[in-house]
């Protein structure tokens, strides 16, 4: 086999590792995508519930200065019936305690029902929150992992690389723009064997002479179907 043909068999093996490498990069980091997005999810519904419950606590604080207010009302009221001297005045004054009563019911009733309404979102919070902690104690774990693997296979990446560079520098250049076409245009594979007479890259049975020349000439030829760049197989 011709040198340059070895050196484009090593550079397509390296191209073909890196693809792989990329592929399992691509799935990698998908994943911790995934995990990201997973606690952004579980975080996210943690924090609404947290803000819908500081809404109802600044309702419920709200309510409770109303209550106190009319609380007082009605004790100022009731204090001046002594003082009253007319039956009208006096008939008047109760009939706005009775209102400012009636008020307090009212403003009780809303309390009550904003604690229930509190006490279900805190403990759906504290849910949500148990969750969170899970999920994240889950996610941090894996990542980590994930991270590991990625800066690995980056490292890795790195050195083959740099062969790769190297291997790419010992070619002709016109002969690396025919490789490094193929290599987009033929699913990673530029280089391949001609056995039994034909291209095994697209199964095309080559022209005898052309298939003869392989064993002597010193250019690299090509399949006329798929235009791979072709060695000689034994068989």
């Given at each position: 086999m011709q040198e340059k043909l070895i050196i484009l068999k090593k550079l397509q093996d390296i191209d073909q590792g890196l693809?792989?490498?990329?592929?399992?990069l691509s799935v990698l980091e998908s994943e911790a995508e995934e995990l990201t997005a997973?606690?952004?999810r579980v975080e996210g519904m943690a924090t609404t519930l947290g803000e819908e419950l500081a809404g109802l606590e600044t309702q419920l604080s709200e309510l409770d200065c109303s209550l106190s207010i009319e609380q007082d009302n009605v004790g100022k009221a009731e204090g001046r019936l002594p003082a009253i001297k007319t039956q009208k005045e006096y008939v008047?004054?109760?009939?706005?305690?009775?209102?400012?009563?009636?008020v307090n019911k009212e403003i009780q009733d809303k309390i009550k029902n904003k604690n229930e309404e509190i006490a279900a979102i805190a403990a759906e919070k504290a849910e949500k929150d148990a969750e969170l902690a899970e999920v994240s104690a889950r996610t941090a774990e894996r990542a980590a992992l994930i991270q590991a693997q990625i800066d690995e296979i980056k490292a890795n990446t790195s050195a083959r690389e740099t062969e790769r560079k190297e291997l790419f520098a010992q070619i002709p250049p016109q002969l690396g723009k025919r490789y490094q076409v193929l290599i987009e245009r033929r699913n990673g594979v530029a280089v391949v064997i001609?056995?039994?007479?034909?291209?095994?890259?697209?199964?095309?049975?080559?022209?005898?002479?052309?298939?003869n020349n392989l064993y002597t000439t010193r250019e690299i030829l090509s399949c006329p179907l798929c235009s791979r760049l072709l060695y000689v197989g034994e068989g």
């Open positions: 693809n792989d490498v990329r592929r399992q997973e606690r952004g008047a004054v109760l009939k706005e305690i009775d209102t400012a009563k009636k001609a056995h039994k007479g034909a291209c095994t890259g697209c199964n095309m049975l080559l022209p005898p002479q052309l298939f």
